[in-house]
């Protein structure tokens, strides 16, 4: 029943922009937190960005930091992330996952429980 999806990714230059969006059902983002990730080839996953639900703080892993942006649309139920002054070291699938997280910031957990299916990133020339 719940369930995320992702979309947005493709091929973008490097210096270039794309946004992602993660369509969120089953849950409301007033109680889950969403978390961005991304996995590249021979690389451990990463947690890229994170948006709380309680009150919409964010945290920005440092490699995306002053680049990256999540945002979310609570009436559609919509978590977005804003990709500028991409780099080559950006490819990678991105996931948005959610956690059950009323309260709590989302940097907090390590464990998200719900995923979506990735959506791929390339930053090439």
């Known amino acids: 029943q719940v369930q995320l999806v992702e979309s947005g990714g493709g091929l973008v230059q490097p210096g270039g922009s794309l946004r992602l969006s993660c369509a969120a059902s089953g849950f409301t983002l007033d109680y889950y937190s969403i978390g961005w990730f991304r996995q590249a080839p021979g690389k451990e996953r990463e947690r890229v960005s994170c948006i709380s639900a309680s009150d919409g703080s964010t945290y920005y892993a440092d490699s995306v930091k002053g680049r990256f942006t999540i945002s979310r649309d609570k009436a559609k139920n919509m978590v977005y992330l804003q990709m500028n002054s991409l780099k080559p070291e950006d490819t990678a699938i991105y996931y948005c996952?959610?956690?059950?997280?009323?309260?709590?910031?989302?940097?907090?957990?390590?464990?998200?429980?719900?995923w979506g299916q990735g959506t791929q990133v390339t930053v090439s020339s």
């Open positions: 996952a959610s956690v059950n997280a009323p309260v709590r910031k989302c940097y907090v957990f390590f464990e998200y429980d719900y």
